[in-house]
């Protein structure tokens, strides 16, 4: 579809699912390559990163972990700028590879907030690893490792991203028309 509505906005086509399966299996030969002979451990943020980690999961051929924590940045269309956990990490991290795995990496609020949190815990090292990345929108300092698709700062939906919960299941990637 070149255009759908979602509730009361209408959001045209951006990336196709042959875009977004290319990048996931290039961010996955990157990881197997280098974490050959190691077991690191993946910590997905939910949601929205469910649908990307289902994909990289299948691709990966790499002994790992996959943990989850749910965060919450956004209300609507715009990022509140706090973000707050609502279900967070239980495992031991100490001494180990972190892998962190998000949909989306805009203000860079979540990946900062996160990557604080667990430095407390002690792990060998961390990476960040999205899907997408909004270069225009990013505010830190923190190294993205793993990119799939740059994209402009506008709002999107689909492939695990929503606007107020829904569109979630789209298998392409749609940006809002404003």
């Known amino acids: 579809m070149e255009s759908i509505k979602i509730k009361d906005k209408l959001f045209k086509l951006s990336i196709t699912a042959e ?5 996931v299996r290039d961010i996955a030969t990157k990881i197997n390559n280098e974490y050959e002979g190691k077991d690191p451990v993946f910590l997905v943020i939910l949601n929205g990163a ?7 999961f299948k691709e990966l051929n790499i002994q790992c972990e996959v943990s989850f924590v749910k965060l919450a940045s956004y209300a609507g269309i715009k990022s509140t700028e706090v973000v707050k956990t609502i279900i967070g990490l239980n495992e031991d991290i100490r ?3 972190i892998i962190i795995v ?3 990496v805009d203000t860079g609020n979540t990946i900062e ?4 949190s667990l430095k407390k815990l002690c792990p060998e090292d961390v990476k960040i690893c999205t899907m997408l990345f909004k270069p225009e929108a990013y505010k830190k300092k923190i190294k993205i ?12 939906v689909g492939h695990g991203l929503d606007y ?15």
């Open 95 to 97: 001494g180990k590879s």
């Open 164 to 178: 107020d919960g829904f569109g979630r299941n789209l298998t392409d990637i749609y940006k809002i028309v404003e």
């Open 102 to 104: 998000e949909d989306i």
């Open 113 to 116: 907030d996160i990557t604080e």
């Open 50 to 56: 469910f649908m990307f980690a289902s994909d990289l």
């Open 19 to 23: 875009q977004i399966n290319s990048a």
């Open 145 to 156: 490792d793993y990119i799939g698709v740059e994209i402009p700062n506008d709002f999107i």
